[in-house]
């Protein structure tokens, strides 16, 4: 990964944790937004992932390259992206829960393989409109959603 590409993506980290703590760097903050070289090393790791991956997966590989980040790091920095809206999170068919790296700020859905885990970006502004109106319809406020996507690939299907 580049040197600008590092750059970004911490930047990135640290401009969505601040607008979620309003506190990532003064002292006694919860450590949300405090991007140490473990958090770094997840960070970096996850945004060069090109599909959904697991906390274990993550880890895993971290350990091959030789990285000291425990695995109680790679989820407490997982589930921080994901609480920040900078990474995407889905359930596989045991339940646990894989990752994305999401470099903007777009809420997306995928299409998801459940042979080989390829995931592609799907049109979902027929969902994001459907979700919109049931909360208009229900009175609801701040409604979130959850829509997994799943088949297989014409790859798999090959096989």
């Known amino acids: 990964m580049t040197e600008a590409r590092t750059s970004a993506l911490t930047d ?21 937004g405090r991007l140490t070289p473990q958090r770094a090393e997840v960070l970096r790791a996850l945004a ?40 995407d999170v889905v359930r596989d068919t045991n339940g646990e829960r894989l990752f994305r790296y999401r470099p903007g700020t777009d809420h997306r859905h995928y ?21 919109d109106h049931i909360a208009a319809m229900s009175g609801f406020a701040d409604v979130h959603h959850t829509v997994e996507l799943t088949g297989v690939c014409t790859t798999c299907q090959g096989d």
């Open 12 to 32: 990135a980290f640290r401009r969505a944790t601040d607008r979620r703590t309003g506190e990532a760097d003064q002292p006694g903050g919860d450590g949300l």
């Open 48 to 87: 060069g992932c090109e599909d959904f991956v697991s906390a274990q997966l993550l880890h895993a590989g971290l350990l091959a390259t030789g990285s000291r980040v425990g695995l109680s790091t790679v989820y407490r920095t997982l589930t921080a992206l994901a609480a920040v809206g900078r990474a």
């Open 111 to 131: 299409l998801i393989c459940r042979e080989c885990g390829l995931s592609q970006p799907v049109d979902s502004a027929n969902v994001e409109a459907w979700a």
